[in-house]
């Protein structure tokens, strides 16, 4: 079934990821998941990692391991920045296996309460996410 459809861009800190007329954006927000269709109300929104995905058609859909970020919907038009966007089949699974090892350690050995443990508590959640989006 079509659906009307709206522009979508995906920002990271280097640059554009994705700009494109979609039927439904699908990812999910600090209170939990959210789908957004065109004419959806506006919204404001923290995000989590998540596999973003993005519907060109029901059958034809664009896929991101999305870190964390916002969504912006107004005017009929989304706007997703986030701090990484990867495509699956980009992801270097062993790079990220590094990386969450890493940052398990790092929560390991900081101290309880502070910016240190927050941050590497954060990537753990990014990395695990990350892995878990399939190729």
Not at 8 to 33: A, Q
Not at 66 to 79: H, K, R, T
Request: zero cysteines; hydrophobic letters at 40%; aromatic letters at 6%.
């Amino acid at each position: 079934m079509a659906r009307t459809k709206f522009p979508v861009e995906v920002l990271t800190p280097e640059g554009e990821v994705f700009s494109e007329e979609v039927e439904m954006l699908s990812t999910r927000t600090s209170v939990g998941s959210i789908g957004v269709l065109a004419n959806h109300e506006p919204v404001l929104a923290m995000l989590e990692p998540t596999e973003l995905r993005l519907y060109r058609s029901d059958s034809d859909i664009v896929r991101f391991a999305q870190a964390e970020g916002y969504l912006q919907f107004a005017d009929n038009q989304a706007l997703v920045l986030v701090e990484e966007a990867i495509a699956p089949e980009s992801l270097d699974r062993e790079t990220f296996q590094t990386r969450l090892s890493d940052a398990r350690k790092a929560a390991d050995s900081a101290e309880e309460g502070t910016e240190q443990q927050a941050r590497a508590l954060r990537d753990i959640r990014r990395y695990e996410t990350f892995l878990a989006v399939e190729q």
